[in-house]
């Protein structure tokens, strides 16, 4: 009896996205065994990868990658098609979303850290819309938003500044 | 190797766009914070019995208050431009430990004893809570 095999064509491109969303994948895990004061406020390290395959490969590459890390994440945790994945997608769209606009600033100015900062905003701002207009219709919710957009701005340098060093690393090794 | 430029060796991944992005980040915070959690100087207290309005008086008074209510005597502290329900005869005392109130809309409330304590004026944030 013969085995029969289905052979898929894959580019260097799709082995590149490949690898890059399996390390994303693999500092999600990381991640949630950090334990957190406020649901909702996390490093998001993952996206760390997404900077680095946005400047290396560009938004499309990067819109694979972060989309490939939320389903096989929410995969992972059980959690595909529960809140807590339309959450991380709503927040990876919006983050891509603004990495598109992000990505036209002038290079010469503006780093990986300007791109991670605006990204973690555009990511709070898409969970909080989705929150408040699916799981929590209350404008009491907007007490929270101070302390989100503090952990954005914290968590968006760091994963920033990450980001740019391993550039840096990788451009003069 | 010199230790200080290695702790601060982060810095030179920072362009002068980054700074700038960062200042942004921090503006936007304050002024969501400001926007957000303080709501407007309070100037009046609000006292209710049974759901009755009992009185509403100034804050610039300090003054003590005393409501009756089924259970006995509430006894709301007004000092400072600050409210808060010192002492009732409720089991749980949750008025009690709430504390101060100092803002525009916070409330007080002892459902044993039916009193409450409400601060307005200001711009009020929300015409009613409910949880």
């Known amino acids: 009896m013969t085995a029969s095999t289905i052979k898929l064509s894959t580019t260097t491109e799709d082995h590149h ?34 900077l680095i395959v946005l400047a290396r ?28 994945f339309f959450l991380s ?9 603004a990495l598109a606009l992000a990505i036209h600033l002038p290079q010469r100015l503006f780093g990986p850290v300007t791109h991670s900062v605006l990204a973690s905003f555009a990511h709070i701002t898409g969970q909080m819309t989705l929150i408040y207009l699916w799981l929590i219709p209350h404008s009491g919710i907007a007490y929270l938003i101070p302390i989100f957009a503090t952990a954005a701005l914290v968590f968006g340098t760091v994963n920033g500044l990450v980001a740019a060093r391993f550039m840096d690393k990788d451009e003069n090794p | 190797m010199n230790s200080h430029e290695t702790t601060f060796s982060f810095l030179r991944d920072l362009k002068p766009g980054d700074w700038l992005t960062l200042l942004a980040g921090v503006l936007c915070i304050i002024l969501l914070s400001n926007k957000v959690w303080n709501g407007g100087i309070a100037d009046t207290a609000v006292v209710r019995s049974g759901g009755k309005v009992f009185s509403s008086v100034p804050l610039s008074r300090d003054q003590l208050i005393e409501v009756p209510g089924p259970l006995g005597t509430s006894i709301i502290t007004i000092e400072k431009g600050k409210a808060r ?8 005392q949750y008025c009690v430990r709430q504390g101060w109130l100092e803002q525009s809309g916070e409330i007080a409330i002892c459902l044993p004893n039916e009193v409450s304590v409400e601060l307005t004026g200001g711009q009020k944030k929300y015409d009613s809570l409910n949880y």
Request: with cysteine; net charge positive.
């Open chain 1, 57 to 84: 490969f560009g938004w499309r590459a990067a819109v694979w990658v972060s989309l490939l890390r939320v389903v096989a994440g929410s995969l992972l945790f059980g959690n595909f098609l529960a809140p807590g």
């Open chain 2, 85 to 92: 329900i010192s002492s009732d005869p409720s089991p749980r």
């Open chain 1, 89 to 97: 997608l709503s927040g990876a769209l919006c983050s891509l979303a």
């Open chain 1, 17 to 50: 996205i490949a690898k890059m969303a399996a390390v994303a994948l693999g500092l999600t895990v990381l991640e949630n065994a950090i334990p957190s004061p406020l649901p909702g406020v996390k490093p998001g390290l993952a996206n760390i990868i997404t």
